[in-house]
């Protein structure tokens, strides 16, 4: 990828599945890496298997204080940061009717806010350096919605809006902001799912029009390729890596 070498990333949620995958990919096109989670262990297990210079470091995307030390920390140690890889995510599959008021402050804290916040810390040192890629792993359930993921799919929803509306706002000062939105994908996440509900992983593996469950190494590819300056003039924009699951 043009552009990655020796920029400065920041990937939340980075300790495994997607994330995982997102760091080590940024990581050997040369970016030097903040590994972050809120698994401060696991985070420094996949800064062990990186290629480059990376730090492996504790964030919490519901907390407005560890992700500010995490980016100072991380601008102290690797500089100051180029791009934003807003991963962390969780999920609980049920009906609506089925689910709770806990449960949705919980979806909407990590799914939506999370971004919100990490977005805001690095956004006043992205603007004055006049540069900047943020990127954010929604989800198809935000475009189209998912049967049993109704808080969820709003708040993936809410990062897509919020992506393209940011985008128009900053992009006077260099700054790119884009979506990734995966289709169901062979994670941690997604086998505790399929765990609970063997019927419903069946079935979406099954709808998938390429026949097959996404990689989170798939899903690194196109995040690397927005933080990359081959994206240069890609922003406010989502891609769907779906194998066809979602086509709009």
Same mark, same amino acid.
């Given at each position: 990828m043009n552009g990655l070498e020796g920029r400065v990333a920041l990937v939340t949620g980075a300790a495994s599945g997607i994330g995982r995958a997102i760091a080590l990919r940024l990581a050997a096109e040369g970016a030097r890496?903040?590994? $972050? +989670? %809120? +698994?401060?262990? /696991?985070?420094?297990?996949?800064?062990r298997e990186a290629s480059g210079v990376v730090l492996a470091l504790r964030l919490d995307v519901t907390d407005e204080a560890t992700i500010r030390e995490a980016v100072a920390e991380a601008e102290r140690a690797l500089g100051p940061l180029d791009v934003l890889v807003n991963n962390a995510g969780w999920d609980k599959v049920e009906p609506f009717v089925q689910s709770t008021p806990e449960t949705w402050d919980r979806l909407i804290a990590i799914n939506l806010k999370g971004p919100l916040r990490c977005t805001r810390a690095v956004l006043d040192g992205m603007i004055a350096r006049g540069r900047g890629r943020i990127v954010s792993v929604a989800s198809d359930a935000g475009r189209v919605g998912s049967s049993g993921e109704a808080v969820y799919s709003a708040a993936k929803a809410g990062?897509?809006?919020?992506?393209? $509306? %940011?985008?128009?706002?900053?992009?006077?000062? !260099?700054?790119?902001v884009n979506?990734? /939105?995966? !289709?169901? $994908? +062979? $994670?941690?996440?997604?086998? !505790?799912?399929?765990?609970?509900?063997?019927? %419903? !992983?069946?079935?979406?593996a099954r709808a998938v029009p390429l026949g097959r469950l996404a990689r989170p190494e798939e899903i690194a590819a196109a995040v690397a390729?927005?933080?990359s300056d081959d994206a240069s003039f890609v922003t406010g924009q989502t891609l769907s890596v779906s194998g066809g699951l979602t086509m709009v």
């Open positions: 890496v903040a590994i $972050t +989670d %809120l +698994d401060e262990a /696991a985070a420094r297990a996949v800064a990062v897509i809006a919020f992506s393209k $509306t %940011l985008a128009r706002e900053v992009a006077r000062h !260099g700054i790119t979506c990734v /939105a995966p !289709g169901p $994908t +062979d $994670t941690p996440l997604f086998a !505790g799912i399929a765990a609970e509900n063997p019927k %419903l !992983g069946q079935a979406l390729f927005l933080a």
